[in-house]
């Protein structure tokens, strides 16, 4: 039985493209291995300040979480900042992590791009926290959507250098892992780019079935194929890419034919899609409001979910000081 890990920030409410680039997996995985699925809210104060809504946003994740199917009988589902040892693994590893490589990530350039004012020390350890995260559990794989593959690397450098370190072959290199198939990336409805929280292009599990038509009716395409098998624009492929996702494949060539041959309505299209993500979402939407209602439920889930991360998290930082050397007289 292989240990997984893996923790979404708590920036607010879940989307489609978190759903199959990361918990769709979790939800496969959770029967087979032993795994941790965590909401990253450390991680979400090297961005976020509003207290308030931190709050708010932790609980909305975790309870889309359980609504989106991972089972707290099954899984350890927890909030981050309940595990403090991981504080400890991160201290430790960020004296081995150098400022010249955490500089260089595509993430930590983005993110000092986007808050100029604000690139803090958290922002440029980011990807430390996220090792300390997968290896406080010894995790092998962590299913994550392609974008997280960078930070991943960071984790297995990190890994190499410290077993290097102390001569020892203690932390194993996990793998960014998607269920069978290959990293998943779900464009936005804007014609270019992923579908993101801060890009204003997606999404949610929440989102009513009236909501979900509104934006895939005005999702951007083009003016159509001009001639038999032309090459499609960005934005119509997104479109395609997410009916790849949802729908079964008999519409899924229907529509591809109707494109072939220049006959395609987009209208038509972009109607199908909304049915088919609505049929997703569903019945997410409705076990989201369920368990929202469910308070002592999520107090007692996330209290038995950090107690079990705490066990694997006390053994290890016991472990790591031995190796580093700090002992008791
Ligand atoms: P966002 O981009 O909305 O801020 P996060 O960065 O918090 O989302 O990502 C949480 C998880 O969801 C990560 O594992 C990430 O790889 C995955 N994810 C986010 N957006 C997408 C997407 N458009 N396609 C595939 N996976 C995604
Ligand atoms: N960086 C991840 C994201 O933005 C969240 C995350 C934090 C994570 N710690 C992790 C993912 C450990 C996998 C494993 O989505």
């Not at 927890?78 to 693994?89: A, G, N």
């Not at 930590?108 to 808050?115: E, H, L, N, S, W």
């Not at 008999?250 to 609505?278: H, M, P, V, W």
Request: include cysteine; charged fraction near 30%; aromatic fraction near 8%.
């Amino acid at each position: 039985m292989e240990i997984v890990a893996s923790g979404i920030r708590s920036t607010g409410k879940l989307h489609l493209g978190n759903y199959f680039g990361a918990i769709s997996n979790f939800v496969k995985m959770q029967h087979k291995n032993k795994c941790y699925f965590f909401i990253a809210d450390y991680h979400t104060l090297t961005t976020h300040h509003n207290n308030k809504e931190l709050h708010d946003n932790v609980r909305r994740v975790f309870v889309e979480y359980l609504a989106a199917g991972l089972d707290p009988e099954v899984a350890n589902i927890y909030i981050q900042s309940d595990v403090p040892e991981l504080c400890e693994l991160y201290l430790l590893l960020n004296m081995s992590a150098y400022l010249g490589e955490l500089e260089r990530t595509t993430s930590f350039k983005d993110k000092a791009r986007k808050q100029p004012d604000n690139v803090n020390a958290g922002l440029l350890t980011y990807p430390v926290l996220m090792a300390a995260d997968i290896l406080i559990h010894h995790a092998h794989k962590v299913p994550v959507g392609k974008d997280q593959e960078q930070n991943l690397e960071m984790t297995r450098k990190f890994v190499r250098r410290f077993n290097n370190m102390y001569g020892v072959k203690y932390f194993r290199e996990p793998v960014a892992y998607n269920f069978g198939e290959e990293l998943v990336k779900v464009p936005g409805l804007d014609g270019k780019g992923k579908m993101g929280k801060s890009e204003n292009n997606g999404i949610f599990l929440s989102d009513d079935e009236k909501t979900i038509r509104k934006k895939v009716m005005s999702a951007v395409t083009d003016s159509g194929p001009q001639k038999p098998n032309s090459k499609m624009s960005e934005a119509v492929q997104n479109l395609f890419t997410i009916l790849e996702i949802v729908s079964t494949n008999d519409t899924i060539e229907y529509f591809k034919e109707k494109y072939a041959s220049c006959e395609i309505r987009y209208g038509d299209l972009k109607k199908q899609l909304a049915e088919d993500i609505n049929k997703t979402i569903e019945p997410i939407r409705e076990k989201i409001k369920e368990i929202d209602a469910n308070n002592d439920f999520l107090i007692k889930t996330a209290k038995k979910g950090a107690e079990k991360a705490r066990e694997n998290a006390v053994n290890t930082i016991k472990e790591v000081r031995e190796i580093i050397g700090i002992r008791n007289f």
